[in-house]
């Protein structure tokens, strides 16, 4: 099983990057799927999560201006971040709970991608 995670870059303050992650591999069904980020120096934190139902779960600092979604037939989870702020520079990591074709649960973890907000 592999999330492969992409669209981060550099981008200004109060701009906007939508971050996607592609799961693929022994796939039955994705559960959970979410996303964190870590600064450096810093401990990883939960930014957002979605449930297969579509329930939705964020971080505080996030609310209002990062949304995310899921479309399960390409078993992909966006991240859509509107008003970026400097605090909101770090890596940003994937999530999903993953039961395979053998109906074993595994927690999967993209490689990350880094998101730069600056001037």
């Known amino acids: 099983v592999q999330l492969q995670a992409s669209g981060g870059g550099l981008v200004q303050p109060g701009g906007s990057l939508r971050l996607s992650c592609a799961a693929s591999g022994n796939i039955f069904r994705l559960n959970d799927m979410g996303w964190y980020r870590q600064a450096p120096g810093k401990q990883c934190d939960l930014v957002a999560r979605?449930?297969?139902?579509?329930?939705?779960a964020y971080a505080d600092s996030v609310k209002g201006r990062f949304t995310i979604s899921r479309d399960s037939a390409k078993k992909t989870v966006y991240l859509q971040m509107n008003s970026l702020k400097p605090e909101d520079t770090s890596v940003y990591y994937c999530?999903?709970?993953?039961?395979?074709?053998?109906?074993?649960?595994?927690?999967?973890w993209g490689q990350g991608t880094q998101v730069t907000v600056s001037s």
């Open positions: 999530n999903a709970e993953v039961v395979t074709q053998t109906f074993v649960t595994l927690d999967a």
């Open positions: 979605i449930t297969r139902a579509g329930s939705t």
